[in-house]
T-cell receptor
Framework: GQNIDQPTEMTATEGAIVQINCTYQ??????LFWYQQHAGEAPTFLSY??LDGLEEKGRFSSFLSRSKGYSYLLLKELQMKDSASYLC??????????WGAGTKLIKKP | EAQVTQNPRYLITVTGKKLTVTCSQN?????MSWYRQDPGLGLRQIYY???????DKGDVPEGYKVSRKEKRNFPLILESPSPNQTSLYFC?????????????????FGSGTQLSVL
């Protein structure tokens, strides 16, 4: 079957570096997406990886290893506004998205 | 401004009373989709559409209907709502085109509809 796994919740302090992991099993693979979702709001696009390696975009970076079925989202210099849920989604061979349940990132006081 | 407009934002109804949630996009996207989001379960796809007059079932289509008579609109219809359809609903669209290799066709989401069925 198709499956996405990511941690339910993570906590971190302001200014920290946070790595959110995602493992996936899909029938075929056409890329992996990360979305950010603040409570009660719509998800917004963060990154897309289809080739192995690290893609950097400001404070956010995303990594993909296709052979391991593994991705991570790296957030640097954590800010208050980064408190949100982070959704991992893999696109299968039928171009359908398989979604993880999301990782809620909580900022420690 | 490029956007997906979804209405209403909040809706409280009673079991069995037909309702429609509207969705419209102004980006000329061919692909549109409906999701529901429940705590701990993530986004689950209800129906999707690759183009006008083409709709397909997602993972949880039971109890829902959709139509795609025009490219910009993709309404979600609940003919006889039940309490287990209480959820947060999102409409989304992307520039993905069927038959073409995807290249980062990100989804644009509407602002969501919080539905409560009593």
């Amino acid at each position: 079957g198709q499956n996405i796994d990511q941690p339910t919740e993570m906590t971190a302090t302001e200014g920290a570096i946070v790595q959110i992991n995602c493992t996936y099993q899909t029938s075929g693979f056409n890329g992996l997406f990360w979305y950010q979702q603040h409570a009660g709001e719509a998800p917004t696009f963060l990154s897309y990886n289809v080739l192995d390696g690290l893609e950097e975009k400001g404070r956010f970076s995303s990594f993909l290893s296709r052979s391991k079925g593994y991705s991570y989202l790296l957030l640097k210099e954590l800010q208050m506004k980064d408190s949100a849920s982070y959704l991992c989604a893999a696109m299968d061979s039928n171009y359908q998205l398989i979604w993880g349940a999301g990782t809620k990132l909580i900022k420690k006081p | 401004e490029a956007q997906v407009t979804q209405n209403p934002r909040y809706l409280i109804t009673v079991t069995g009373k037909k309702l429609t949630v509207t969705c419209s996009q102004n980006m000329n996207h061919e692909y549109m989709s409906w999701y529901r989001q429940d705590p701990g379960l993530g986004l689950r796809q209800i129906y999707y559409s690759m183009n006008v007059e083409v709709t397909d079932k997602g993972d949880v289509p039971e109890g829902y209907k959709v139509s795609r008579k025009e490219k910009r609109n993709f309404p979600l219809i609940l003919e006889s709502p039940s309490p287990n359809q209480t959820s947060l609903y999102f409409c989304a669209s992307s520039s993905y085109r069927q038959g073409e290799r995807p290249t980062n066709e990100k989804l644009f989401f509407g602002s969501g509809t919080q539905l409560s069925v009593l």
